[in-house]
């Protein structure tokens, strides 16, 4: 609240020429800042700022202030409930944080007249008020990004064309996988939250969500005014933050597709043994159904998240909370119905791959779980 109040915004009617005139002095940027090892950074980071050269003003406005301390932060994240805000700190520490993470920053100079100049300064200051600055985040539909730019362009005297991208027509899940490159756990997390809605094309503004995209974007728009007359959106690009060099911190020494192989070994293992053996392990059995059982439970529970792209999610088809119903009469070894329900579920699971691209290493434990079915219809029936 203290840095809010230290800002002097130009409080004056469209028409106050001596106002207007001093805007002649500010610069309205947008920053486009690049990813570093931060889990929560590997997607990039957009502000907006202001800077008068008149006087020395320099401030940095983020969209992107969130407290991960707080309760069940992650658990309200993923079930689409998390609040971020509006933060705004001077340009010179926002720098200096993303040169610490050897992250480079980029400006792009707005092309604005006085009037929008004002216009952008004064709704960030009344939005970033403690009464407004709170906003229900949405990772691809509302975050950081798409507020800067819907903040630029409720404050120009016309609107902005955009640049087609008829050669660009990603899916959210390929852009993000562009985004966790040497992060496959990261990735595999996204994979296996997102549904069958985040491998449908998007378009250029939905492909906005991503700062980089954003930044390439707004270096091929242009304004056209309420007069017809058309101007470039940004007027001058330069590196705020040059690049450094990153300390790449490596994730767990398997990816998820070399897991899902090993146990794929293991489970041919299992089933040569049983095989000789003529029974069945059922403690196997039962470590496969715990697995299969706990990543139902989470699909299940992401059908009530808030987020668009998890609501219809075809992995449910395997992994779902049924093998929890009958994991005791398993253990008993009673007879039950659960393996041919299991067969029905593999080969929907197997169907739906069709549509929808599924969290990497999942097929190779469908047929480990297809290795298991065999096994105890094959043993069920002697």
Not at 14 to 26: N, R
Not at 249 to 256: A, I, N, Q, V
Not at 306 to 319: A, K
Request: hydrophobic letters at 40%; one cysteine or more; aromatic letters at 14%.
């Amino acid at each position: 609240m203290s840095i809010i109040l230290s800002i002097s915004i130009p409080l004056s009617a469209a028409s106050d020429e001596p106002v207007l005139a001093s805007m002649d002095s500010v610069e309205v940027a947008l920053l486009t800042c690049q990813p570093h090892e931060e889990i929560y950074s590997l997607y990039g980071h957009t502000a907006l700022r202001i800077n008068d050269l008149r006087t020395g003003q320099d401030w940095a406005f983020n969209y992107g202030v969130f407290n991960y301390k707080a309760p069940h932060f992650v658990l309200r994240f993923v079930f689409g409930l998390t609040d971020y805000e509006l933060g705004v700190l001077p340009t010179k520490i926002f720098k200096k944080e993303y040169a610490h993470y050897k992250s480079q920053v980029t400006e792009q100079v707005l092309n604005l007249t006085n009037e929008e100049k004002m216009a952008i300064w004064q709704a960030l200051y009344v939005n970033c008020l403690p009464e407004n600055c709170v906003y229900r985040y949405n990772y691809f539909y509302d975050n950081c990004t798409t507020r800067a730019r819907n903040m630029v362009e409720s404050c120009i005297n016309g609107h902005i064309q955009y640049e087609s991208r008829t050669d660009y027509t990603p899916t959210y899940r390929q852009m993000v996988h562009d985004c966790t490159k040497g992060h496959p756990w990261a990735a595999w997390g996204n994979d296996f939250l997102l549904g069958i809605k985040a491998d449908i094309e998007t378009d250029m503004r939905q492909q906005e969500f991503l700062p980089n995209n954003l930044m390439y974007d707004f270096a091929r728009a242009r304004i056209i005014r309420s007069d017809g007359n058309s101007v470039p959106l940004v007027k001058e690009t330069r590196t705020l933050v040059p690049p450094g060099v990153q300390i790449v911190e490596k994730d767990f020494p398997l990816t998820p597709n070399e897991c899902a192989i090993a146990l794929a070994i293991v489970s041919l293992l299992v089933f040569a043994y049983e095989w000789k053996k003529k029974q069945t392990l059922k403690w196997w059995d039962l470590l496969l159904m715990t697995c299969q059982g706990v990543m139902g439970i989470v699909l299940f529970l992401m059908l009530f998240s808030q987020h668009p792209t998890t609501s219809l999610n075809l992995q449910i088809l395997l992994f779902n909370p049924l093998p929890f119903i009958y994991i005791y009469k398993v253990y008993r070894r009673q007879k039950t119905i659960y393996w041919h329900l299991l067969l029905v579920m593999i080969i929907l699971f197997l169907v739906g791959s069709i549509w929808q691209d599924y969290a990497e290493g999942l097929v190779i434990v469908a047929y480990c779980l297809l290795i298991r079915y065999s096994s105890n219809i094959r043993h069920g029936k002697k």
